[in-house]
């Protein structure tokens, strides 16, 4: 079983930026995919970024040039690095990690982008 734990969501301005963090503990693998998806009210979860144990990264279009993904392996724990926020990025955001064919999901972290 692997568990992981999403910090650093919050109500922040257009055009401001916000840490993402997921903290992943239990049975860990060194082969491994973790992504960022997000949830937008009346809207189907979507894939917002990936990053693989051997740094290969994809991004959805829509963010691509605002947000980073990364990783510290040390720490087991995947960052997403927002910038440039607009309010269109507004939504419950989702760790997963998926390792040896099994996926695994966070509790999930609020983001607004409101004036």
């Known amino acids: 079983q692997v568990q992981l734990v999403e910090s650093g969501g919050g109500l922040v301005q257009p055009g401001g930026s916000l840490r993402l963090s997921c903290a992943a503990s239990?049975?860990?693998?060194?082969?491994?995919?973790m992504s960022w998806y997000r949830q937008a009210p009346g809207k189907q979860r979507e894939l917002v970024a990936g990053?693989?144990?051997?740094?290969?990264?994809n991004y959805v279009d829509s963010v691509k040039g605002r947000f980073t993904i990364s990783r510290d392996n040390a720490k087991n724990t995947v960052y997403l690095q927002m910038n440039s926020l607009k309010p269109e990025d507004t939504a419950v955001y989702y760790c997963?990690?998926?390792?040896?064919?099994?996926?695994?999901w966070g509790q999930g972290t609020q983001v607004t982008v409101s004036s």
């Open positions: 997963n990690r998926l390792q040896r064919g099994v996926s695994y």
């Open positions: 990053i693989t144990n051997v740094d290969t990264t």
């Open positions: 239990g049975t860990i693998f060194s082969d491994y995919v």
